[in-house]
């Protein structure tokens, strides 16, 4: 089945990436990305679309209400807006804003064409996309090649995902369901096969991270798995979600605290896709929720890095009449990360958990005890970046561009606290 419009948003999002790819000037190169990524995120609001429903099982075969996938879109949209609005340029160079609009076209390409075949095409590119920008030297230091720690998660995952793909197809529906969940487990960081992701979001440029992070690729790769399995790998994602949050919140660097609350935010989402129809529900939104929160999060982190350098949080070194602008989207876009009231994370994360009640005590509990550590580190983070200096170093707060960028995500995420499309 191909759709229209994320097929449409995909295209001008790859023809995109070819102009802003020959544009020397960085700030010219950014003004055409936010451009493309403005007018995308306008298309997939505004054009009419249908035949936008999601499958998947549980119990009894049923589907996700029509607007869901829509709203994958305009979150994917909305998110890579974000991410090239507030890309630094010393660290995103045209050829770095280029490769993340193939990414957003990656993303829109796996909602707009659901097929099995199309789906292993793309997922493999992701990756590539990714791993040919490490080998140009994003991200290494020295002899410290991350293309190759890369390689030796994602090239396995990307063949597991493929050969269960095609063991599905021909009726090895359990034995291609197993291939997958590994894949699945490898490229989202889900433990025990988590060890790459941390470096990476130490090492590469954030917007790159972000926009890897929230394609949509497996959460559409779970809601198609058998139901055993899915709960199988729910169960994983719930080990994942709580050991996270407890390694995010001792972190010394932003960085590092970063990569851990999104893997447990990842967890969480995995966990609700393979319970109840609510949590099913849950996960969803909360994935959404995720895709504009975290880059909100990420990208003021990368904003506020560009104008400090290495960010620490051993000891309080900010100010919060530095940047208050700044300080207060930081937050806001953190508490939306962990389902704060009144954002659309709350409302998603409410579904989550109350759907995991029928499942088991233990699981309903491990949950809601991550939520509450990832916004301890979420508060963390705040007052050791914002607080604990008299001084004040000069930094420049949000500009035009940065605003813009990050009234839109929190505006949406607000408002969707306030009017949520639950099923």
């Known amino acids: 089945m191909i759709t229209f419009v994320p097929s449409l948003v995909a295209v001008l999002f790859l023809v995109s990436s070819v102009v802003v790819a020959r544009v020397a000037d960085r700030q010219a190169a950014r003004r055409t990305a936010v451009t493309c990524a ?22 009894e075969h049923a589907v996700l209400p029509e607007g869901t996938a829509r709203l994958v879109v305009v979150a994917t949209c909305a998110a890579g807006l974000l991410v090239v609005a507030m ?85 090895w529906r359990t034995a291609g369901g197993v291939l997958v969940v590994l894949a699945i487990m490898a490229r989202f960081a889900v433990v025990p096969l988590h060890s790459w992701y941390p470096r990476f979001v130490e090492r590469v440029p954030l917007g790159v991270v972000v926009v890897f992070h929230t394609a949509p690729l497996g959460l559409f790769a779970q809601l198609d798995l058998p139901v055993p399995l899915a709960r199988d790998v729910a169960l994983l994602g719930g080990a994942t979600a709580v050991v996270a949050a407890l390694f995010g919140v001792v972190q010394g660097e ?3 605290a970063l ?49 400090r350098g290495t960010l620490s949080l051993r000891a309080p070194s900010g100010n919060f009449a530095r940047t208050p602008r700044l300080a207060v ?20 994360g409410h579904l989550l958990i109350h759907g995991s009640v ?51 995500a929190i505006g949406a995420l607000l408002v969707g606290g306030l009017f949520p499309m639950t099923p």
């Open 38 to 59: 403005s007018a995308a995120t306008a298309l997939s609001v505004v054009l009419p679309w249908s035949g936008g429903f999601v499958p998947f099982l549980s119990g």
């Open 87 to 171: 890309s630094p340029l010393a660290s995103h160079p045209p050829a770095t804003l280029a490769r993340i609009l193939r990414l957003l076209a990656v993303s829109c390409g796996f909602v707009a064409v659901r097929h099995q075949a199309v789906d292993v095409v793309l997922w493999a590119l992701s990756a590539w996309l990714v791993w040919a920008g490490l080998r140009g030297g994003e991200g290494s230091r020295g002899g410290d090649r991350l293309d190759r720690l890369f390689a030796a998660y994602h090239l396995p995952g990307v063949l597991l995902f493929g050969v269960g793909t095609a063991l599905s197809a021909t009726g």
């Open 254 to 256: 932003a960085r590092r």
């Open 259 to 307: 990569a851990f609350l999104t893997m447990s935010q990842t967890g969480l989402v995995t966990c609700g896709l393979g319970g109840s129809p609510e949590a099913v529900s849950g996960a969803v939104l909360t994935w959404e929720a995720s895709a504009l929160a975290v880059s909100g999060l990420a990208m003021t982190l990368a904003a506020l890095e560009a104008r």
């Open 329 to 348: 989207a930081f937050l806001l876009c953190g508490l939306a990360t962990v389902g704060f009231p009144l954002s659309l994370g709350f409302v998603g």
């Open 358 to 408: 029928t499942g088991s005590p233990v699981v309903w509990l491990a949950l809601a005890g991550a939520v509450g550590v990832n916004g301890m580190t979420v508060m963390r983070c705040f007052f050791a970046l914002f607080a604990g200096s008299r001084t004040h170093s000069g930094e420049r707060d949000l500009v035009p561009l940065e605003t813009y960028a990050l009234t839109i």
